[in-house]
Nanobody, 120 residues
Framework: QVQLVESGGGLVQAGGSLRLSCAASGSFFRINNMGWYRQAPGKQRELVAAISRGGSTNYADSMKGRFSISRDNDKNTVYLQMNSLKPEDTAVYYC??????????????WGQGTQVTVSS
């Protein structure tokens, strides 16, 4: 069983910053790609940022320059530093990871989500 546990969400004023963390635990061989998605009320879930095991990153256009994704492979943890937050960044943020299980299967896993609310 693999679990992704997110932390770091909360309420912040516009222009403020938050840092999200997501730690993977359980029985697996390796964590491959990791990423953050978000879903605002009434909208589809969208990619925020992703990072490969080697550190290559990919960002949604609206987050470039404001958000930064990083990871610690030894801790099986991915981070999302969010700066210059805007009210439109308000959403539930989900962690995603591609997990190489000991069975040899590569399977995606999701965290439970953490709420980020940006007040104007």
């Amino acid at each position: 069983q693999v679990q992704l546990v997110e932390s770091g969400g909360g309420l912040v004023q516009a222009g403020g910053s938050l840092r999200l963390s997501c730690a993977a635990s359980g029985s697996f061989f390796r964590i491959n790609n990791m990423g953050w998605y978000r879903q605002a009320p009434g909208k589809q879930r969208e990619l925020v940022a992703a990072i490969s095991r080697g550190g290559s990153t990919n960002y949604a256009d609206s987050m470039k320059g404001r958000f930064s994704i990083s990871r610690d492979n030894d801790k099986n943890t991915v981070y999302l530093q969010m700066n210059s937050l805007k009210p439109e960044d308000t959403a539930v943020y989900y962690c995603n990871a591609g997990v190489w299980l000991r069975s040899g299967v590569d399977s995606p896993y999701w965290g439970q989500g953490t709420q980020v609310t940006v007040s104007s």
